[in-house]
Nanobody
Framework: QVQVVESGGGLVQFGGSLRLSCSVS????????SNWFRQSPGKQREFVAG??????TDYAGSVRDRFTISRDNVNKVSLQMNDLKSDDTAVYYC?????????????WGQGTQVTVSS
C-alpha cells in the first residue's frame, strides 16, 4: 500500500519562508511524478509545482520565482516556499502519479496547513 505523507506546514509571517516535505512509502511503479497542489477555503484545488523523475520541474505562474521544488531522494521531495503571501494560505497536498500513459495510478497525502499572517 502506497502512503504519501506531507510535513512542514505551519504559521508564517507575510514575506517569510517555509519548507514542505513529501515522503512516499510502499510499492509504486517507477518512474513517477511528484506534484504539490493546494486548496483554500471555497476554492478548487490548484496545481502548485511538480517534478519528474529526471528532474524536470513545472510551476504555477503565481509561485514561479518564489517556490522551488526539489527531489531529496527517490522517495522524498521538498517544496521551498519563499516570500510567502496571504494568497498562499491553503492546505498543501502532495500528489504522486505514475509517469505512464496507460492507466497511471496516483496517490494523495492528507495535506498540511500553511497559514500566512499579515
Amino acid at each position: 500500500q502506497v502512503q504519501v505523507v506531507e510535513s512542514g506546514g505551519g504559521l508564517v509571517q507575510f514575506g517569510g519562508s517555509l519548507r514542505l516535505s513529501c515522503s512516499v512509502s510502499g510499492f509504486i511503479r517507477r518512474p513517477f511524478i511528484s506534484n504539490w497542489f493546494r486548496q483554500s477555503p471555497g476554492k478548487q484545488r490548484e496545481f502548485v509545482a511538480g517534478i519528474s523523475s529526471n528532474g524536470t520541474t513545472d510551476y504555477a505562474g503565481s509561485v514561479r520565482d518564489r517556490f522551488t521544488i526539489s527531489r531529496d531522494n527517490v522517495n522524498k521531495v521538498s517544496l521551498q516556499m519563499n516570500d510567502l503571501k496571504s494568497d498562499d494560505t491553503a492546505v498543501y497536498y502532495c500528489n504522486v502519479r505514475e509517469d505512464r500513459i496507460v492507466l497511471p495510478r496516483e496517490y494523495w497525502g492528507q495535506g498540511t496547513q500553511v497559514t500566512v499572517s499579515s
